[in-house]
Every structure is written in structure tokens, then in C-alpha cells.
């Protein structure tokens, strides 16, 4: 009787043991396993590298170290919106763990040349674009953050007008060719007739279209320029700051990289934080779960910046209800 207790004893020990040993080895599998994310960019490693620096940081917090257990891969389309389907594609013959995209028409790419591989992204609506059924149930191979907020761009122009009183005529320029700047557009024209302003829409597809853009902005001599967001747009940023500040347009823009260059404000979802975070999608999908199961997030954190150099260039007072609310002001 004694016997058989003692074997049943050893049964259970062992039994027990095998179980512990089940998790631990998947854990050391999964430690062992080099992970491969395929990165698409829209411009370079150097326009791009404060969202780039941010992904890579919220990677190695979960422990992902490049080198060790984590390559990643990168394609950057220059600024060439036309590049996108080439460089998703050669991204998906590499067949990494996960593509991480920023912005609609690349991640449209990215989309379009795999539906298997999975899709994190950081871009505008992800459900208008197609590009998942819904924020909740994303229901496909995408998954990620939208940086869709529809008080965003009508919050854009009120400061804008609060920082520039006498504003009464404002250029817009947009990218017809990102659904997401349709939308900003439509949010953007009930913004501005609450507030007596009228907009001028000037749309840019390209470099040269941008050239032509410019150049129709400074023949309609407008009161300042907002430029609705788009990724490609920010690879131009430097020949939009410079038109800005050689025409002496007060600018309202989306992505803080403006401001920090010489326009005079942005107002943007946090994209690092943003991107950030976007470590974290990656970091579940390589532990088993499907980016049709991960629910899409949305911004929690915004960003002012006001460049008090061009402010003063350009006369303008800022108001203290706008300073109080600036993140970041550069002197």
C-alpha cells in the first residue's frame, strides 16, 4: 500500500514537472528566436529618425536587442510615393516576422503585396482606407495606430487664428493622392468657417507638383498656410520652410519636425509616442497573437510646438493662452 502511494507521489511530481518544463522550454525557445521586422519608410533614416529611434527604443524595453535576437530590415521610398509597391514587395520576399509601415498610401502598398504576412502601422483611418474592418476587430493582416482624431485639424486652425488675429485668407496645401488628407479636408472647411476663414486648397502629388503648389500659394498672396498631414509632405519639409519663411507665411502644421525647422507652430499626435508603441503590436504578434485579434489604438497624447524665433520674425505676438499650452518652445 505504501509502495503504490509512493509511486502515485512520483507521478504527480513528475506529471507536475513535465508541465513546468512545457512553458519554460517555449520561453527559451522564444528567447533563443531572432526576430525580423521589415521597415517601410516614406523618406530617409535621417527625416525619419526620431520615430525610428522611438520604435527601436519601445523594441529593446521588451527586450528585443538588434544584433542579438532582432534584424531590422529597411526600405525608403525618398520622398517617391510611386516606389511603394516595389519596396513592399521586396520587403515581402524577405519574408520577416512582421512589416511595420507608416502612413495610408504605404501601408495601401504594403497591404496590397501580402495578405499573410502581418501589417503594423502608424497612420490616418485605417478603417476609411481599407485597411482594417474596424478599430475593434481589424479582421485582416493589419493592425496598429490610427492617428485619426476628428477634433485634430479644426483645433489646428484655432490656434492658428488665435496667433494670427487678422487671418482671414489661408492656403491649404494637401496630397489629393493620401485618402487620409481627404478626410483632414473634410474636417477642416466647417473648422474654418466657424471662425471667418477662407481656405484655398492646393494640392501636391510630387516633387514637381509641390514646385507648381508653391509657386500658385504665392501668387494668391494668403494670410498663412496650413498643410494637412501627409508623410510626403514631410519629407519636403525643407522647401516648405523655406518658402514659409522667405514669404513671411505664418504656418499651423502636423507634424512637429515643421516647427523645429522654422515653421511657426505644429499640433500633432505624439508620433513618437506613437511609434513607441508600436513596439508593442510587434512584440504580441511574435508571440503568437493575430494582428486580426489586436484592436486598433488611437492617439493619448498630443504635441504644441510654437518656434518663438519665427514668431518674432514675423512680428507676431503668441498669445499666453497658447504659450501655457506649448510642449515644446524654441527659442
Given at each position: 500500500m505504501q509502495s503504490h502511494w509512493?509511486?502515485?507521489?512520483?507521478?504527480?511530481?513528475?506529471?507536475?514537472?513535465?508541465?513546468?518544463?512545457?512553458?519554460?522550454?517555449a520561453e527559451a525557445q522564444q528567447a533563443g528566436r531572432t526576430v525580423t521586422i521589415g521597415y517601410l519608410g516614406n523618406s530617409s533614416p535621417a527625416l525619419e529618425s526620431n520615430v525610428v529611434e522611438a520604435f527601436r527604443e519601445g523594441?529593446?524595453?521588451?527586450?528585443?536587442?538588434?544584433?542579438?535576437?532582432?534584424?531590422?530590415?529597411?526600405?525608403w521610398a525618398g520622398g517617391q510615393q510611386e516606389r511603394f509597391a516595389?519596396?513592399?514587395?521586396?520587403?515581402?520576399?524577405?519574408?520577416?516576422?512582421?512589416?511595420?509601415?507608416?502612413?495610408?498610401?504605404?501601408?495601401?502598398?504594403?497591404?496590397q503585396a501580402t495578405?499573410?504576412?502581418?501589417?503594423?502601422?502608424?497612420?490616418?483611418?485605417?478603417?476609411?482606407?481599407g485597411l482594417v474592418s474596424s478599430l475593434a476587430k481589424p479582421g485582416g493582416n493589419v493592425t496598429g495606430l490610427?492617428?485619426?482624431?476628428?477634433?485634430?485639424?479644426?483645433?489646428?486652425?484655432?490656434?492658428?487664428?488665435?496667433?494670427?488675429?487678422?487671418?482671414?485668407?489661408?492656403a491649404v496645401l494637401r496630397n489629393p493622392d493620401n485618402p487620409f488628407t481627404t478626410i483632414s479636408w473634410k474636417a477642416t472647411q466647417p473648422a474654418a468657417q466657424a471662425l471667418g476663414v477662407k481656405l484655398q486648397p492646393v494640392e501636391a502629388r510630387g516633387a514637381n507638383d509641390l514646385d507648381r503648389a508653391l509657386a500658385r500659394i504665392k501668387s494668391a498672396r494668403p494670410d498663412g498656410l496650413v498643410v494637412l498631414p501627409d508623410r510626403f509632405l514631410l519629407a519636403y519639409r525643407e522647401s516648405i520652410i523655406q518658402f514659409v519663411v522667405k514669404n513671411r507665411l505664418p504656418g499651423?502644421?502636423?507634424?512637429?519636425?515643421?516647427?523645429?525647422?522654422?515653421?511657426?507652430?505644429?499640433?500633432?499626435?505624439?508620433?513618437?509616442?506613437?511609434?513607441?508603441?508600436?513596439?508593442?503590436?510587434?512584440?504580441?504578434?511574435v508571440k503568437g497573437r493575430k494582428p486580426a485579434d489586436l484592436p486598433v489604438e488611437q492617439p493619448t497624447r498630443f504635441a504644441l510646438v510654437i518656434n518663438m524665433k519665427t514668431a518674432k520674425a514675423l512680428g507676431l505676438k503668441i498669445p499666453p493662452s497658447i504659450m501655457v499650452r506649448a510642449d515644446q518652445v524654441i527659442e
Open positions: 509512493r509511486r502515485g507521489c512520483w507521478m504527480l511530481v513528475a506529471l507536475a514537472c513535465g508541465l513546468l518544463a512545457v512553458p519554460l522550454a523594441l529593446r524595453q521588451l527586450g528585443y536587442v538588434e544584433g542579438r535576437n532582432l534584424i531590422i530590415t529597411y526600405q516595389v519596396l513592399a514587395a521586396e520587403l515581402v520576399r524577405l519574408k520577416p516576422d512582421v512589416i511595420l509601415t507608416s502612413g495610408t498610401p504605404g501601408t495601401l502598398a504594403a497591404k495578405q499573410s504576412i502581418p501589417i503594423v502601422t502608424v497612420a490616418g483611418d485605417l478603417v476609411a482606407a490610427s492617428a485619426l482624431t476628428p477634433e485634430l485639424d479644426g483645433k489646428r486652425l484655432q490656434l492658428l487664428k488665435e496667433a494670427v488675429p487678422k487671418l482671414s485668407r489661408l499651423m502644421f502636423p507634424f512637429r519636425e515643421f516647427a523645429q525647422e522654422g515653421g511657426l507652430m505644429a499640433y500633432e499626435a505624439d508620433f513618437a509616442d506613437m511609434y513607441r508603441r508600436a513596439a508593442t503590436f510587434v512584440d504580441k504578434i
